[in-house]
Antibody, heavy 118, light 108 residues
Framework: EGQLVESGGGLAQPGGSLRISCEASGFTLGTYGVNWVRQAPGKGLQWIAYISSASRTSEYADSVKGRFTISRDNAQNSVYLQMNSLRAEDTAVYYC???????????WGQGTLVTVSS | EIVLAQSPDTLSLSPGESATLSCRASQSVSNYLAWFQQRPGQPPRLLIYDASLRAPGIPARFNGSGSGTDFTLTISSLEPEDFAVYYCQQRTNGPRHTFGQGTKLEIK
């Protein structure tokens, strides 16, 4: 059975950068659009970014636009989120999730924790 | 942006009882609404999509209904593992998904 595995989370300083990854195993990630969804400690879910299967389309939530960049390498079966100018409010568990039929968050990874603190 | 409001915020019930969770959209989302379950320390798990279709492997005690702006998730005969937080979610215009604030289903 296929799965998604996020990695690259950790501690970053305010104003710093971090790149997190989402790698698929057991299926071809390149046939799916992929989203990043985050969850601050004790809070709800927030969608933050999307990339289409062939990278033609990307979209961002207003809260991260201009600071975060989503990209993918289908040869590596992976999607990435480059996070720059990090703020304390970016502290969260970051999940990747595949997009199905253009509207359904179908498969989810286990998440990676990003902590922004000095 | 379409806003989803869930009610109640917390629902206290006993195993074996039935639960009814609501989600109201600020404007019509047709039937493009999903429900997720999230247990502590776990990622969200897709239960229902397109308002009433169960995702693979989801038990038949989970049922979704509604269309337009008003949606309901019903869980019949609650099992101990059903006590969790539930989120509704929609995506209609473009790739931006929005979530409700969540309903915590707790053991009474």
């Amino acid at each position: 059975e296929g799965q998604l595995v996020e990695s690259g989370g950790g501690l970053a300083q305010p104003g710093g950068s971090l790149r997190i990854s989402c790698e698929a195993s057991g299926f071809t990630l390149g046939t799916y659009g992929v989203n990043w969804v985050r969850q601050a400690p004790g809070k709800g879910l927030q969608w933050i970014a999307y990339i289409s299967s062939a990278s033609r389309t990307s979209e961002y939530a207003d809260s991260v636009k201009g600071r975060f960049t989503i990209s993918r390498d289908n040869a590596q079966n992976s999607v990435y989120l480059q996070m720059n100018s990090l703020r304390a409010e970016d502290t969260a568990v970051y999940y990747c999730a595949t997009d199905r039929a253009g509207r359904i968050l179908w498969w989810w990874g286990q998440g990676t924790l990003v902590t922004v603190s000095s | 942006e379409i806003v989803l409001a869930q009610s109640p915020d917390t629902l206290s019930l006993s195993p074996g009882e039935s639960a009814t969770l609501s989600c109201r959209a600020s404007q019509s989302v047709s039937n493009y609404l999903a429900w997720f379950q999230q247990r502590p320390g776990q990622p969200p798990r897709l239960l229902i999509y397109d308002a009433s279709l169960r995702a693979p492997g989801i038990p038949a005690r989970f049922n979704g209904s509604g269309s337009g702006t008003d949606f309901t998730l019903t869980i019949s005969s609650l099992e101990p593992e059903d006590f969790a937080v539930y989120y509704c979610q929609q995506r209609t215009n473009g790739p931006r998904h929005t979530f409700g604030q969540g309903t915590k289903l707790e053991i009474k």
